[in-house]
Nanobody, 129 residues
Framework: QVQLVESGGGLVQAGGSLRLSCQTS????????VGWFRQAPGKERDFVAA????????YYADSMKGRFTISRDNAENTVYLQMNSLNVEDTAVYYC??????????????????????WGQGTQVTVSS
């Protein structure tokens, strides 16, 4: 059974950085796409960033471009989300999601929740002012 586990969340001051990790048990990330989403209290779960394991294409929500970087480590079988210049509005639970064996012709689909079959439990990120 596939499980996704996020880690790296915590409390950080505005302007600071965090790096989130997403690991999988049960299979490797080969032939997958992995996305990060976030959900603030009382709000919808929103797309943050995604990466296709091969060929390594990345996608970002407009508000994250230039601040967040998604990457993968083949050897560690891990997907990272490096978050810089954090602000209070970035406070949310961050979720890792994955799908295997599908290629979406329209890259927009990688930014949607429905594109992913597996979800982690989330990791809390709190940014203080």
């Amino acid at each position: 059974q596939v499980q996704l586990v996020e880690s790296g969340g915590g409390l950080v001051q505005a302007g600071g950085s965090l790096r989130l990790s997403c690991q999988t048990s049960g299979r490797t990330f080969s032939n997958s796409a992995v996305g990060w989403f976030r959900q603030a209290p009382g709000k919808e779960r929103d797309f943050v960033a995604a990466i296709r394991w091969r060929p390594g294409n990345t996608y970002y929500a407009d508000s994250m471009k230039g601040r967040f970087t998604i990457s993968r480590d083949n050897a560690e079988n891990t997907v990272y989300l490096q978050m810089n210049s954090l602000n209070v509005e970035d406070t949310a639970v961050y979720y890792c999601a994955a799908v295997w064996g599908r290629t979406y012709t329209l890259t927009y689909y990688y930014t949607t929740k429905g594109a992913y079959d597996y979800w982690g439990q989330g990791t809390q990120v709190t940014v203080s002012s």
